[in-house]
């Protein structure tokens, strides 16, 4: 009798261990993982090639006539004093608006130049779009610095084309250097 009970408790352990893992309560994301920890420093081949864009933008420039009724990225703008989760919606909207602007640049002499950068801040964004946290159903607005935040940057496209491309320009090395290593930091940014 007791063997017989072995041999049922065996074929049943067996028979769980093939059928695979029991469901849990919560359901199961296909969203991949926030991994922007690779992005603490970028290469110094990205670096130059950010530096060259950043160059030639300015020296595009230099020929309009550019001015701004506000400043799109104020210094005092500092991820740092956002909460961690925060962080990285604040980025995704500042690269969002950066990638919007620098796409519809018109001096088609920049092509070239902005090619290499182009797909590094599309590699960014795509792997920073896993770290933004869905909206959630009860308050889906921000509230706070964040608010605030997010709203300048959507009054932005409201400036000049040529107020836009210089506030992107004049804020590339900061969003590279301060902001997305703040964002690949996560809870140590400080």
């Known amino acids: 009798m007791a063997t017989a009970r072995v041999l049922v408790l065996v074929t049943v352990v067996l028979g769980l261990t093939r059928a695979g893992p029991v469901p849990t309560s919560k359901p199961t994301t296909?969203?991949?993982?926030?991994?922007?920890?690779?992005?603490?420093?970028?290469?110094?081949?990205?670096l130059e090639a950010f530096k060259k864009a950043k160059?030639?933008?300015?020296?595009?420039?230099?020929?309009?006539?550019?001015?701004?009724?506000?400043?799109?990225?104020?210094?005092?703008?500092?991820?740092?004093?956002?909460?961690?989760?925060?962080?990285?919606?604040?980025?995704?909207?500042?690269?969002?608006?950066?990638?919007?602007?620098?796409?519809?640049?018109?001096?088609?002499?920049?092509?070239?130049?902005?090619?290499?950068?182009?797909?590094?801040?599309h590699h960014i964004h795509s792997e920073l779009q896993a770290c933004v946290p869905a909206?959630?159903?009860a308050d889906p607005r921000p509230h706070g610095r964040l608010h605030h935040w997010l709203h300048r940057l959507q009054k932005a496209p409201k400036e000049s084309q040529g107020c836009l491309e210089a506030s992107i320009t004049f804020n590339l090395f900061r969003l590279l250097t301060r902001d997305l290593k703040c964002v690949a930091s996560r809870d140590l940014c400080v």
């Open 135 to 137: 909206q959630p159903t």
């Open 55 to 121: 160059d030639a933008l300015e020296e595009s420039l230099s020929w309009k006539n550019w001015s701004c009724s506000s400043r799109l990225f104020p210094r005092s703008r500092d991820l740092r004093l956002l909460q961690a989760w925060e962080r990285p919606v604040a980025l995704e909207a500042e690269l969002d608006l950066t990638l919007k602007v620098l796409e519809n640049m018109t001096d088609s002499s920049l092509g070239v130049t902005l090619d290499q950068p182009l797909r590094t801040l």
């Open 30 to 46: 296909t969203r991949r993982g926030c991994h922007m920890d690779r992005f603490q420093s970028l290469s110094p081949r990205e």
